[in-house]
């Protein structure tokens, strides 16, 4: 069964300062990992996925395998980032890409 | 271009009732997925179309619960008899269906079952 988890339902942080999201995931093959957001009244949409290794408004993220981990971090958080953070993975098999979420985060961040 | 459209955007029925709930995809993305976001267990995966064909319906929480989709394009998730614990918010999303293609989300139903 494949499993994400977030263990941070909430997170504060000032602005300027690093924001890390943890997501740590469960599954047997090898997965695709994403981070999908959702900013206030706006509809769910891709952050950024592991595949393509970029980075999106300053946000990256490092597949490890070894950590089952995808964190989502950013240096400098910026007003703008608050909003919900959903880690999902996707079992990479071509023809069905249904995504598991984890129960999100919402990042808030303080000015 | 126009996005993922979902209708009706707010859904209120009573229970017992039956409700439809509409997804137009982007043209030409042959998968199409149903998502339902509930307060008690977040994002979970509902249905999964190729197509008009549906290979994936290990979502569906019971035999209440049913989607098709036609001209693969339009699908509509029907669920009947509605009871209190369908209350959520229903999402659709399509993509081109490829490995680790992002998926399109719509604004999503709001249903709310009395």
């Known amino acids: 069964a494949q499993r994400v988890t977030q263990p941070e339902k909430l997170l504060s942080v000032f602005k300027g300062a690093p924001v890390e999201l943890k997501c740590n995931y469960s599954y047997s093959g090898s997965p695709e990992l994403f981070w999908y957001v959702q900013y206030s009244r706006q509809r769910l949409q891709l952050l950024l996925r592991h595949i393509s290794r970029e980075s999106i408004k300053g946000f990256t993220a490092d597949l490890n395998k070894g950590e089952t981990s995808f964190h989502l971090k950013k240096p400098f958080a910026q007003e703008e980032d608050s909003a919900m953070y959903y880690c999902?993975?996707?079992?990479?098999?071509?023809?069905?890409?249904?995504?598991?979420f984890g129960t999100g985060t919402r990042l808030t961040i303080i000015p | 271009g126009a996005g993922v459209s979902q209708s009706p955007s707010n859904k209120v029925t009573e229970k017992g009732k039956d409700v439809e709930l509409r997804c137009d995809p982007i043209s030409g993305h042959t998968a199409l997925y149903w998502y339902r976001q509930s307060l008690g267990q977040g994002l979970e995966f509902l249905i999964y179309?190729?197509?008009?064909?549906?290979?994936?319906k290990s979502g569906l929480p019971s035999d209440r619960f049913s989607a098709e989709r036609t001209g693969g394009s339009v699908s509509t998730l029907t669920i009947q008899r509605t009871q209190q614990e369908d209350s959520a918010v229903y999402l659709c999303a399509s993509s081109p269906g490829l490995i680790a293609a992002e998926q399109f989300f719509g604004p999503g139903t709001r249903l709310t079952v009395l």
């Open positions: 999902a993975l996707s079992g990479g098999n071509f023809g069905n890409e249904k995504l598991t």
């Open positions: 179309f190729q197509g008009n064909s549906a290979p994936d």
